[in-house]
């Protein structure tokens, strides 16, 4: 059910020119309190949440629509509502290892394609910073551990979580240093310019490596090369990294 679910939506998604979905949420619904996924997760049992996910990932390949899975590495029992303020949680690496990354990794064996980190900070894991900025989560985990190799994409970085604790210049490079390959900016149109200024700055000063920042848009333009349709003959609207 989930897989025609998926694949008939992709369908109506592609017929309208939608090539992407940042669907499906992963999310295991652990706290019954979290308001904030609520009933977008599948559901309480990382086996049938893992499932169901799979499913729909297959179902939007097989119609051509890029599938994103979120919000690693798992915001089902958070209180806190990152779009408000920064949720922490007391998760030890082997709880999300036995729990939460269940479904993400069963997404990622389905070729999920895209994933998105949440902005959510581990004391345990990394006490610093959160998912979405460490370089742990991201590089380490994601990257390497759960060997992911499709495009990592942040929340919305306009986000209250992160915008409490970092400047909107500080928030695009830490980001990027972390190992995102693409950043998310959905309500405020004056934080993207912003972003590629400070990003600018950090490359000039060395904070960000310029070689990594190539290699990132390089794997952007593949991607696309890859999965949409006549992304070449579409010119520069479909290949801006």
Known sequence: LSFNFSQKMGAELKSVGVNLDFAPCVDIFSNPQNQVIGDRSFGTDPEHVGKHASAIVRGFIKSEVIACVKHFPGHGNTLLDSHEDLPKENADLKRLEDFELIPFKRSFKARVQMCMTSHILFPNIDPKYPATLSEFFVKKLLKEQCRFRGLVITDDL????????????????????????????????????????????????????????????????????????????????????
């Open 158 to 241: 306009d986000m209250k979580a992160l915008t409490k604790n970092y400047t909107v210049e500080q928030i695009p490079v830490l980001a990027l240093k972390a190992g995102c390959d693409l950043l998310l900016y959905c309500n405020e149109p004056l934080s993207p310019p912003k972003a590629l200024e400070s990003i600018i700055e950090a490359s000039a000063q060395g904070v960000l490596d310029i070689k990594e920042l190539e290699q990132k848009a390089q794997k952007i333009l593949e991607f696309k090369k890859e999965n949409i349709p006549n992304a070449l003959t579409l010119g520069r609207i479909l290949i801006i990294p």
